[in-house]
Nanobody, 115 residues
Framework: QARLRESGGALVQAGGSLRLSCDAS????????MGWFRQGPGNQRELVAR???????DYADSVKGRFTITRDNVRRTLYLEMKDLKVEDTAVYYC?????????WGQGTQVTVSS
């Protein structure tokens, strides 16, 4: 079964940068489109970045120009480079296949941006 493990979250000041990683196993990572999602306090989980199997990317308007999603199919790892972080980026970040997300989500990684 699919297993997803996110890491890299931290407490940073506004304007700072972070790189999140997602280690994937249990499924054919290479052929699947993947996404980074986040769930902030009191909010629903939302898709913020997506990368297809051919590395085509797409971003939510709120992060466009600041976040970059990449993938390493050899390492079976998904990345999210985040720069110019804002307080409103504070959330738990998750990775998953997109579309057709796996029902079992990872534990996520907490990103907290202070003003």
């Amino acid at each position: 079964q699919a297993r997803l493990r996110e890491s890299g979250g931290a407490l940073v000041q506004a304007g700072g940068s972070l790189r999140l990683s997602c280690d994937a196993s249990g499924f054919n990572f290479r052929i699947n489109a993947m996404g980074w999602f986040r769930q902030g306090p009191g909010n629903q989980r939302e898709l913020v970045a997506r990368i297809s199997s051919d590395h085509t990317t797409d971003y939510a308007d709120s992060v466009k120009g600041r976040f970059t999603i990449t993938r390493d199919n050899v390492r079976r790892t998904l990345y999210l480079e985040m720069k110019d972080l804002k307080v409103e980026d504070t959330a738990v970040y998750y990775c998953n296949r997109n579309p057709m997300e796996f029902p079992s989500w990872g534990q996520g990684t907490q990103v907290t941006v202070s003003s």
